[in-house]
């Protein structure tokens, strides 16, 4: 009989793909590759070893609306996974972001009595909304792992053990971007100016968020016809952007990897993106940009009246005052997204009020000896233990 470790792995989505491609480096690392990975994920945990149990685009939804026609396919994934865990019996079960998934697999699970540590990787934003499910949360998982030291004083106080390992975007591979490598790579001269497109990860941000960003670099590109317009795509939306921009009548370059993804943020003179973890890394990067959202009306309704902070961009959530612009339903409109966007390329007062914010974020996100990916595999080989 194997003695290596058995781990269960469940990320939904891309962000939480690339946190636990990260988490199963260090856990090989920590156990000299005496270990074995279950469950799901994308292609970076795919590359570390794990064979996904089903694709996660299945689930790359978002909004309160958008979700509800996809709600029997689902449960179906739900029991999936559940039966999938209680067939291999794991050491241990690691939930990763994306908690309305991830909540109904632990809750099944706990309900089965099976005596297998469960914990989850990265805390909902209950100080966003939802601040009930702090005091639920403990039901259903033994640990939660979180990015950011203010969020432990949620979950403590009602009875759930919460360990702070810091933000992901310490580690991302941003840091060590290279401009100079991605120019080379693709014959790019050096009086181009690149302009990064991040329409997000899921399916409705993509169809939502697309047309109105290649809009508005169709009337940056009248003005500048030196700019260049590089879209960095992840696996779950590269058919969807690839088939939007194919008649595209601009200067547009899609590249698919996670090193050319990187290496492009870096070479860019500004990005229009999606609100989400792309942004801090752009932030990491010191790369100036605005992020821009657009949800259903019921979606963003429900949501107004739930809400408890002033921000959406962690950037400016950290620093409690708005350095990156954020354009939020109709202010996501062509004149705003093209308004800052010049003014970046102006590299005026502006463009130099924004990279002084952004050496703010990286003291607030805070560099240790351990990255997150490693304190996350402590933590979790303590609860094996």
């Known amino acids: 009989m194997s003695n290596r470790l058995k781990i269960y792995l469940i990320a939904g989505e891309p962000s939480g793909d690339a946190l636990g491609g990260r988490l199963m480096s260090a856990m090989k690392k920590k156990t000299k590759g005496n270990i074995e990975f279950f469950g799901l994920g994308g292609e970076n945990m795919e590359s570390e070893g794990l064979k996904s149990i089903f694709d996660i685009s299945e689930l790359s939804i978002m909004g309160i609306a958008e979700v509800i026609p996809s709600i029997p396919r689902v449960l179906k994934r739900i029991k999936q996974t559940v039966d999938d865990i209680l067939r291999i019996h794991p050491d241990i079960v690691v939930t990763i972001d994306s908690w309305s998934f991830a909540s109904r697999v632990q809750e099944k699970l706990r309900a089965k009595k099976v005596n297998i540590p469960q914990v989850h990787y990265v805390a909902p934003q209950v100080w966003a909304w939802k601040k009930k499910r702090a005091k639920t949360m403990h039901k259903y998982v033994d640990c939660l792992l979180t990015l950011l030291p203010y969020e432990a004083k949620y979950f403590i106080p009602h009875g759930l053990k919460t360990v702070f390992v810091g933000h992901p975007v310490i580690e991302s591979p ?79 370059l899609l590249v698919e990897s996670s090193v050319d993804r990187h290496n492009a943020m870096c070479a860019a003179e500004s990005a229009i993106a999606a609100s989400g973890t792309v942004a801090l890394e752009l932030a990491i990067a010191n790369v100036p940009h605005i992020i821009g959202y657009q949800v259903s009306a019921l979606t963003a309704f429900i949501v107004k009246h739930l809400m408890h902070i002033k921000f959406v961009n962690l950037s400016n959530i950290l620093l409690n005052r708005e350095i990156v612009p954020e354009l939020l339903q109709k202010d996501c409109n062509i004149e705003n997204i093209v308004k800052y966007t010049e003014l970046f390329l102006q590299k005026g007062d502006f463009y130099q009020h924004q990279l002084l914010g952004f050496n703010d974020v990286r003291k607030a996100l805070g560099f240790g000896e351990q990255t997150p990916s490693e304190k996350a595999a402590d933590a979790i080989f303590e609860l094996i233990k």
Do not use: W
Not at 206 to 228: G, M, R, W
């Open 174 to 252: 941003i840091a060590k971007g290279n401009k100079e490598n991605f120019r080379k790579k693709y014959n790019i001269s050096k009086d181009k100016k690149i302009i990064c497109i991040l329409p997000g990860s899921r399916h409705n941000e993509v169809a939502t968020l697309l047309p109105i960003f290649l809009n508005s670099a169709q009337k940056l590109y009248e003005n500048h016809p030196d700019l260049l317009f590089v879209i960095p795509t992840v696996r779950t939306v590269e058919k969807r952007i690839k088939k939007m921009t194919s008649d595209c009548n601009l200067p547009i």
